[in-house]
């Protein structure tokens, strides 16, 4: 019975891990050969992509697409975790805030930053996590880090007394906290900030209408198949029978020009995916082969 190779995009559900959906997929999978690009916090929702087989080799690629959030801060409290789930720590008035002033602190915020990230983050720092430290009741400062805000759109305003919860949308680059945004933005405003609610609804190619439910995923489950998945996610090429030959034993492309930076995917004359190429100087070379050079197939 041949593996089944593909990519799983899921809606998580709020109160599971990422490895709990792991867990959950290896099961409906039938192998244990199951990974995700990108980890969601418990309290968060939405998109989740998971490799199954061979797939789980793209997962390093996906992991560095940029990815649009929809989240609710709260300003007019700051908690220990910077989101609903630590305890506050500090609380400030923030009902004198309107639209204005929370969209003129944001923009300082958006383009490329330096942005330390959340002290309960999975950074290692000497070899253990950063929110194990925390835990532990340690004092944990964390470099801060280049990362790129794209958007940071204002979308609604409500206000309970003296918090005010701002309603945004966030399109960011890989490596970016949203936690850290919303204690930023708080900061920003002098009034302290967290978040609410945490929604990832696209990463790279793969937005929430693609996304299915584990219970779908229970009544059906389905992949995106591997040929699909690499279309969908680099820029392609598609191959003659000879250069398609010589890809899947991953012989250099002698004069062959990608036309991009990063990672190609290339495709045999039947539409096969066959291998990620990158250009280095004036050949093509393999960075991943996933055909089979014995059956000629990918």
Do not use: N
């Amino acid at each position: 019975m041949t593996e089944p190779s593909g990519l799983v995009i899921i809606d998580k559900p709020s109160g599971w891990t990422s490895h709990d959906v792991v867990g959950r997929v290896r099961r409906l999978a039938g192998t244990r050969k199951v990974g995700h690009a990108g980890t969601l916090d418990p309290m968060a929702t939405g998109v989740l992509v998971l490799g199954v087989g061979r797939a789980t080799r793209l997962l390093g690629y996906l992991v560095l697409a940029d990815k649009e959030y929809l989240a609710t801060i709260r300003l007019g409290s700051s908690t220990l975790t910077d989101d609903a789930e630590g305890d506050v720590v500090d609380s400030t008035p923030a009902g004198h805030l309107d639209s204005d002033a929370i969209a003129a602190a944001i923009a300082p915020l958006t383009g490329s930053i330096e942005q330390v990230p959340s002290s309960v983050s999975a950074i290692k720092v000497d070899g253990r996590r950063s929110y194990a430290r925390v835990r532990a009741g340690e004092d944990v400062d964390l470099p801060a880090r280049t990362v790129t805000v794209t958007e940071f759109e204002l979308q609604q305003v409500r206000r309970h007394d003296d918090v005010v919860d701002a309603d945004v949308r966030i399109v960011c680059s890989s490596g970016t906290y949203v936690r850290a945004l919303a204690r930023d933005l708080g900061a920003a405003l002098g009034v302290g900030g967290h978040l609410t609610m945490l929604r990832r609804s696209r990463v790279g190619r793969f937005d929430l209408s693609s996304a299915r439910t584990l219970e779908q995923l229970e009544s059906a489950f389905e992949l995106t198949d591997l040929d699909t998945a690499a279309r969908l996610t680099f820029p392609t090429l598609d191959l003659d029978d000879a250069r398609s030959t010589d890809v899947r034993f991953g012989r250099p492309l002698t004069g062959v020009h990608l036309g991009s930076e990063g990672p190609v995917a290339l495709f045999d004359p039947a539409g096969a995916f066959l291998a990620l190429y990158e250009q280095r100087g004036e050949d093509a070379r393999a960075v991943a082969v996933f055909a089979d050079p014995v059956a000629g197939t990918a």
